[in-house]
Structures are given as structure tokens and as C-alpha cells.
């Protein structure tokens, strides 16, 4: 049974964002000890990289296109969202995109990590998910709440609180810059002010019957 980590109180009229760092903001490369630098994006160049001690390997991290102004987007927002990471990650790795993203912890107070999350599995198709679940923050109103997450499957517990974001793999293939943040901001924009965020949600993505079809749920 995972334990359910204390979060703050929330202003009551805030929409609370729980949001999945990886292939979101940007995309991490670990390298691997066999193979190194092969299988790494090749269509750019990492703009940061850091070493992880515990498990003595370096980490790549491209930036996704419009990062900055995203988080911009939540400086500015602050007394309309409240936004949480809420990542499958472990820790030690987290607190390194961190303080890439959000240095003096400005916009994410709050971080939930991978020992927040639940274990999917089903053995006979070797399918293996650490899942999130939202609806399980008392404190927080279901009807306030949304997770932006690029795994369809963390979407099971609270599928009416899904936002799908595009996965930001670093690979361009000769496009023009990546807008997906752009569209992210014009979304939360939309939604932020509603008082029951799920209809909306609903309505625009599908996501329950997307899960149904997949027999996800």
C-alpha cells in the first residue's frame, strides 16, 4: 500500500496542476554503461548535463521549446494555479531537473515523487507502470484538479482530470520549433477559471474511452 504524502493546503479556488516533468518540460538521456552516448537524440544538442551519483552514470537534458515561457506562464499565474510535479522519477535525479527548471523553487513548492505512485502490472504482458493517482488528495478539490502527463496509462484513476501532453522526445526531423507548450498555456488559460474543470476535459480529450479502447480500464 503507498503511503499518501501530506500535501499543503490549497487556497480553495486554485486549480491545482500536477504535472510530470519528464517528456514534458524536456526529455533526459541516462547513459547507458554498455553503450554510452549511442543512443542519445541526435538531432540537437543537450543543453545541460549532470552526473548522478547513485547510480555513477552521467545524465543528458534537452529542453523542449518554449520551457521558459511556460513556466513563466505559472510565475504569472500564481494565485490562479498551483502547480505540483508529480513524477515517476526517484528523487536524486528530480531535485538535479530541478534545479535546471526552477531553481529557487519559485513556481514548484511541492514535488511528489516516484515512491507517490502506484504499482500497475499485468505479468502476463509484461506491462510494468509506475501510475498515478490524483483523486486520492483529500485536500485538494477533484473538480479543481488536473494532471498533464504524456502516459496515457497515469490517466486510469481520474481519466476526467487528464490533460495529454504530446511526448517531447529531443527529435526534430528538420520541423519548425515545437509549440506544444504554447498550446499547454492556452489550454490551462481556458480551463483555470472554471469551476468544475472535468466536463471541459471530458469533452476535449475523450480520455475514458481512449483508456476503454486500449482495455486499460
Given at each position: 500500500?503507498?503511503?499518501?504524502?501530506?500535501?499543503?493546503?490549497?487556497?480553495?479556488?486554485?486549480?491545482?496542476?500536477?504535472?510530470?516533468?519528464?517528456d514534458?518540460?524536456?526529455?533526459?538521456?541516462?547513459?547507458?554503461?554498455?553503450?554510452?552516448?549511442?543512443g542519445?537524440?541526435?538531432?540537437?544538442?543537450?543543453?545541460?548535463?549532470?552526473f548522478?551519483?547513485?547510480?555513477?552514470?552521467?545524465?543528458?537534458?534537452?529542453?523542449r521549446?518554449h520551457?521558459?515561457?511556460?513556466?513563466?506562464?505559472?510565475?504569472?499565474?500564481?494565485?490562479?494555479?498551483?502547480?505540483?510535479?508529480?513524477?515517476?522519477?526517484?528523487?536524486?535525479y528530480t531535485?538535479?531537473?530541478?534545479?535546471?527548471?526552477?531553481?529557487?523553487?519559485?513556481?514548484?513548492?511541492?514535488?511528489?515523487?516516484?515512491?507517490?505512485?502506484?504499482?500497475?502490472?499485468?505479468?502476463?504482458?509484461?506491462?510494468?507502470?509506475?501510475?498515478?493517482?490524483?483523486?486520492?488528495?483529500?485536500?485538494?478539490?477533484?473538480?479543481?484538479?488536473?494532471?498533464?502527463?504524456p502516459?496515457?496509462?497515469?490517466?486510469?484513476?481520474a481519466?476526467?482530470?487528464?490533460?495529454?501532453?504530446?511526448?517531447?522526445?529531443?527529435?526534430?526531423?528538420?520541423?519548425?520549433?515545437?509549440?506544444?507548450?504554447?498550446?499547454?498555456?492556452?489550454?490551462?488559460?481556458?480551463?483555470?477559471?472554471?469551476?468544475?474543470?472535468?466536463?471541459?476535459?471530458?469533452?476535449?480529450?475523450?480520455?475514458?474511452?481512449?483508456?476503454?479502447?486500449?482495455?486499460?480500464?
Open positions: 500500500m503507498v503511503a499518501i504524502p501530506n500535501l499543503p493546503e490549497s487556497q480553495e479556488h486554485k486549480l491545482t496542476m500536477f504535472i510530470e516533468l519528464d514534458v518540460l524536456l526529455h533526459s538521456y541516462i547513459c547507458d554503461e554498455n553503450f554510452g552516448y549511442i542519445n537524440p541526435a538531432s540537437k544538442d543537450p543543453e545541460h548535463e549532470f548522478i551519483q547513485e547510480i555513477n552514470q552521467p545524465c543528458l537534458v534537452y529542453m521549446d520551457w521558459e515561457e511556460f513556466m513563466t506562464y505559472l510565475k504569472d499565474n500564481e494565485d490562479m494555479i498551483d502547480p505540483i510535479v508529480y513524477t515517476s522519477a526517484q528523487q536524486p531535485k538535479h531537473v530541478l534545479n535546471i527548471i526552477d531553481p529557487k523553487r519559485e513556481v514548484f513548492k511541492t514535488v511528489l515523487y516516484q515512491n507517490a505512485c502506484y504499482m500497475f502490472e499485468i505479468k502476463e504482458e509484461e506491462i510494468l507502470f509506475n501510475i498515478k493517482d490524483i483523486s486520492r488528495f483529500r485536500n485538494r478539490d477533484i473538480r479543481r484538479s488536473v494532471l498533464l502527463d502516459q496515457p496509462v497515469n490517466f486510469m484513476m481519466p476526467e482530470n487528464a490533460m495529454p501532453v504530446f511526448a517531447y522526445t529531443a527529435e526534430y526531423e528538420g520541423r519548425e520549433k515545437d509549440p506544444h507548450l504554447l498550446n499547454v498555456i492556452e489550454e490551462l488559460d481556458e480551463i483555470k477559471d472554471i469551476e468544475d474543470i472535468r466536463p471541459a476535459l471530458k469533452e476535449r480529450y475523450g480520455v475514458r474511452q481512449i483508456l476503454k479502447n486500449s482495455k486499460l480500464i
